[in-house]
């Protein structure tokens, strides 16, 4: 230990990284008796590339036209629909334009995380090529429910990823997002075919790993497995209910919670719906990365 304070007092290397700040938004929130109050967690990226989004919630024209646009399942977990919620809302109260948007980075494409990317037509939607091909197929009953043909088919610029990515974080293969700097795609099926997580790079804060739909409720991250038991099972039996690939989600899990508690890494893992873990990170928000 005494070593340690006999270190010269070097000036901290400050990591010079594309990603300026980060807004932690709730794009869409929903409460159910099946699954309790839920939010939509998005990022919103200040870079030097522009504004670029993690996942987009629901959009405007989801709002405005429920039944069609959002269809019956979504409907049937309570969502509050509300304008303010809408990444295009909030991003114009924060005194930018709809235009500034440049890329939406989407952890994959059902209903609640790729709607309110319509309210961004200048933005190139970032996805795995698998993911992309089985939204627009919707052979089956599940991916009908869950891609709506008025999102996929309205996106008019789409950049896939695919094949062997470079290591990250001790995940085998990551996707630097093109075009972005310090914003890398991380696949992960399970909850859909072409899921992923979204790795964020910043300065002052070490990691955000957002995990889109790859765990439900932060017990999954929990190394003792504490929680509130009813509420996570609730979750959990939904969770294994929506996978396209029900036998990776408990792997996924095990790699995230393995990712969460690495002394090594400094990374904050999240998911889509946890509100609690949402609003830990909001409240911890840091102005401007130094």
Known sequence: MAQCLATPAYPPVVLAVSVRRIHHLN???????????????VLLCET??????VDSGIGRSDIA????????VA???????????TAAHQIEALGYQLSDVRHIVATHLDYDHIG???????????????????????????ERLRYRRPHVEAITSFQTYDGTGEELLSLPTAHPIIGVEDVWLVPLPGHSIG?????VRTSNRGWLFHAGDAFYHRAALSPSRSAPISRAAALGAIELTLASIPAKVRANHQQLRKLAHDPSQRVSVFCAHDAILFDRLRAEQSPIFP
């Not at 794009?27 to 967690?41: I, K, Q, T, Y």
């Not at 409907?75 to 919620?85: I, K, S």
């Open 27 to 41: 794009c869409g929130s929903f409460d159910s008796l099946a699954s309790g109050p839920l939010v939509s967690h």
């Open 48 to 53: 030097n590339d522009g504004l670029v989004l």
């Open 116 to 142: 309110g990317a319509l309210d961004f037509p200048h933005a190139t939607v970032h996805t795995t090529a698998a993911e992309l091909r089985t939204a627009q197929a919707r052979r089956r009953l599940p």
């Open 75 to 85: 409907l049937a977990l309570g969502p509050a629909l509300r304008v303010e919620e």
């Open 195 to 199: 899921h992923a997580g979204v790795a």
């Open 65 to 72: 036209a429920p039944k069609n646009r959002l269809g019956r």
